[in-house]
T-cell receptor
Framework: GAVVSQHPSWVICKSGTSVKIECRSL??????MFWYRQFPKQSLMLMAT?????????EQGVEKDKFLINHASLTLSTLTVTSAHPEDSSFYIC???????????FGPGTRLLVL | AQSVTQPDIHITVSEGASLELRCNYS??????LFWYVQSPGQGLQLLLK??????LVQGIKGFEAEFKRSQSSFNLRKPSVHWSDAAEYFC??????????FGQGTRLTINP
């Protein structure tokens, strides 16, 4: 149980294009999902907290117009990187918190490369 | 603000040897405590968690962790490591049902 999937696992895109990453909780409902970014050999950096049916809460320094988050259902949250640039290249990981609000389960991550 | 310290950036142990990864946190009350493991290029897998009760917690893959309130520590242990345990290990804490705060991670290398 408690499986979180992400799609795609790898994406390469041209500078200026937009990329959408999906995060799904497969066997549980998640009122809250989180989006993280991870640079090589570093810990996870929280980008935003996504609550089902409401606007996401972004961490300080994260551009909400660049990283659009939608959490339309209890099992799906999406992150759209708009007008991507090479500096947006990174490993993006989502997590979903169970409805008891105690544990976050992580997806396998999406590696984004912007050329 | 709460913080998590993993003092060891990199640890190398021989296969079959015992392992202890350290984690200290700073928070006024006892938060929820977690250990996650990340293999290269992968997401994080939950090893174990502590909310309350017995301070010795058993997890998956033969790992255990002990919560020590007096030391604000939550160290991860395994009596005998396997080559497949080589990975990055993250300690994390969360005040009740709030966002996780991660340590910087400890990279574990296993010598054959």
């Amino acid at each position: 149980g408690a499986v979180v999937s992400q799609h795609p696992s790898w994406v390469i895109c041209k500078s200026g294009t937009s990329v959408k990453i999906e995060c799904r909780s497969l066997d549980f409902q998640a009122t809250t999902m989180f989006w993280y970014r991870q640079f090589p050999k570093q810990s996870l950096m929280l980008m935003a907290t996504s609550n089902e049916g409401s606007k996401a809460t972004y961490e300080q320094g994260v551009e909400k117009d660049k990283f659009l988050i939608n959490h339309a259902s209890l099992t799906l949250s999406t992150l759209t990187v708009t007008s991507a640039h090479p500096e947006d290249s990174s490993f993006y990981i989502c997590s979903a918190r169970d409805t008891q609000g105690e544990t976050q389960y992580f997806g396998p991550g999406t590696r984004l490369l912007v050329l | 603000a709460q913080s998590v310290t993993q003092p060891d950036i990199h640890i190398t142990v021989s296969e079959g040897a015992s392992l202890e990864l350290r984690c200290n946190y700073s928070y006024g009350a006892t938060p929820y405590l977690f250990w996650y493991v990340q293999s290269p290029g992968q997401g994080l897998q939950l090893l174990l968690k502590y909310f309350s009760g017995d301070t010795l917690v058993q997890g998956i893959k033969g790992f255990e962790a002990e919560f020590k309130r007096s030391q604000s520590s939550f160290n991860l242990r395994k009596p005998s490591v396997h080559w497949s345990d080589a990975a990055e290990y993250f300690c994390a804490v969360a005040p009740r049902a709030q966002k996780l705060v991660f340590g910087q991670g400890t990279r574990l290398t296993i010598n054959p």
